[in-house]
């Protein structure tokens, strides 16, 4: 069974929020029959979901209705919704966190379509007696994002750190690389190596989640820990290698250490759509952003990935982190036949070929299903390098388990922490001692949810 195959069995999320942005595409819950109400966890697809149920409606009959969230309230936005009499009938959550929360309102899933479909490595959330609560739907990929055009024109300098992108394969050669960068950006015609390290509020989970997902997955590994509760407390023993990554992206990046506290993700795309960063750390759903600059500076055929190298266990072996924090769930508290509708509706999205090309060309999932085979990933340059990752026989790719972490509370405070640590007024040892304290905490409140 390979590593990621292990952890997708150990399936844990984090719940992401979100502030409400509705479209009602069609009416729904009134009595004059079934329909579905889905809210959609993803902004950016509002309005690929918009025609997917307008034509699944035009098809079937079957009212859809879809509410979209934007980010930064999504749980806030389902509390919401729920509380009504007409809440919705399709949602997501976000592994043991979203389970915790929400086990009162998950259908059994076990005999759905889409569950019988799953390949062997997508593995369901599932409760205590084995009934599965919730279904994965699409696997994305994260890692760093470089420009080969101007690694292109640094190894055209005189006397490069290295010579090729085939020497970068370890944390010390991406180390001597970006600090060369760094000292000679004027001659690169850029502001930085990396874009800007962004750390205001709400905006840290490349650092809380991502960037954390090495360390947690090796001590995983290390203490042979298979379920969530079994790690109430952690070492953080990768510690030094998170540290001395994050002081690498605050020290050669676009923006001084101390200015990463105000700035936002979004920011930091744009620096590196514009050319004005060589290296951005996001993941594969980034092209859409980086597209979309409306800039030529990133040509489709030189953006690529490389490895999060920190000096993690056979670094120069390890691929992307890939994985899922995405799953689909079935509210339990509607009717029956709203159910059914639901469970119809999935079925026509996923299985079908008509949903099929929307899953693929519209909202650019790579989804996990039997019927979906290696030519049937969205056509953008990320997307088919981490289906490429995904059959490399010859790397190792890394679950995520940052899904691990307690909950959004916990991940907020480290958040805060960290970026009390790049203003410097916060030691990197308090840092660490105040996130094995909250973990402690947050991860017993979290546990207490699943009982």
Known sequence: MSTTTRAA???????????????????????????????????EQAEQFKTIAAEYTEETGIPVKVV???????????????????????????????????????????????????????QPITDKDGAVRAVPYALEGFGILYNEEIFDRYFALPNPAVASMDEVNNFGALKAVAEDMQAKKEELGIDGAFAVTSLIAGEEWRWTNHLMNGPYHYEIQDRGITEFTEMPTIDFIYGDQYRQMLDLYLNNSTTKPALAASRSTSDSMAEFATGKAAMVQNGSWAWSQIGGEGSTAVKEDKIKFMPIYMGLPNEENVGLNIGTEAYMAVNNKASEEDQQA?????????????????????????????????????????????QAALTDEDSETIPWDFQFSPNQQFRDLYGQNLAQYAIGNMSWDDVVAKLKEDWEYEMANQIALLD
């Open 9 to 43: 069995r150990r399936v844990l999320a984090t719940v992401a929020t979100v502030m409400v942005a509705s479209i009602s595409l069609v009416a729904c819950g009134t009595d004059n029959g079934p329909s579905v109400y889905y809210l959609n966890f993803k902004p």
């Open 68 to 122: 979209t969230a934007a980010s930064g309230s999504y749980m806030q936005t389902l509390k919401a919704e729920m509380a009504k009499s007409n809440a919705p009938t399709l949602f997501q959550v976000n592994g043991q966190e979203g389970y915790g929360i929400w086990k009162d309102y998950l259908a059994d899933l076990s005999d759905y379509e889409v569950v019988q479909e799953l390949n062997d490595d997508a």
């Open 342 to 386: 639901t469970r119809d509706f999935l079925n026509w999205l996923f299985l079908s070929d008509q949903g099929k090309q929307h899953v693929v060309n519209d909202l650019s999932f790579i989804a996990p299903f039997k019927n979906y085979g290696p030519e049937d990933v969205p056509d953008d340059p990320l997307a088919h390098q981490v």
